[in-house]
């Protein structure tokens, strides 16, 4: 009889647990400091759209209605976020994993700052247990979602709160 060695599986409501001799803890309250947001963003990019080529369109197709639409501060932001993952979307074949080391956090460490070489100690670690895919994937998709939600809300409300900007209906008026 062969004896299979198989992934530990961590169930997803997992709020600690140990991997390679280090103590790591799950922060699901959505909350990073602004350093950990920006590679947040760059990291959920790479997520979006090194997955998908429709991602991408859909992204475009995004910024094409708010352009549209006279709302600047959204074609502005999704046109930032576009150029940021279009730049470098190659640079991470893993990027869920690499969302998961900026939420999920080794006992004592400093959550105000972030680097390459701390989030590639941290997978190696889980690599190292043998830590199931699937935690890490389902926890990056739900965190995603999480912050994808409160954007959306700020985004809207400072939308909201901007005048309707319709530069072809002005030049017309202007004509006239």
Not at 154 to 169: H, R
């Amino acid at each position: 009889m062969t004896n299979i060695i198989t992934p530990v599986d961590l169930e997803l409501t997992t709020s600690t647990f140990v991997a390679d001799g280090h103590t790591y803890h799950v922060n699901r309250n959505g909350r990073l400091s602004v350093e950990r947001d920006r590679w947040l963003e760059k990291f959920g990019l790479f997520a979006l759209l090194g997955r998908q080529s429709s991602a991408f369109l859909t992204e475009l197709n995004r910024l094409y209605q708010a352009i549209n639409a006279g709302k600047l501060a959204d074609a502005a932001v999704l046109t930032d976020n576009l150029m940021k993952g279009a730049a470098d979307l190659g640079a991470k074949s893993s990027p869920l994993y690499y969302i998961c080391t900026l939420f999920i956090n080794e006992e004592g460490e400093d959550t105000r700052h972030y680097t390459l070489e701390l989030g590639e100690q941290k997978i190696k670690h889980w690599e190292t247990a043998g830590i199931s895919a699937f935690f890490f994937k389902k926890l990056a998709l739900d965190y995603l979602q999480i912050t994808e939600e409160l954007w959306s809300k700020t985004i809207q409300s400072i939308s909201l709160n901007l005048p309707s900007l319709n530069p072809l209906s002005e030049l017309s008026e202007l004509e006239s």
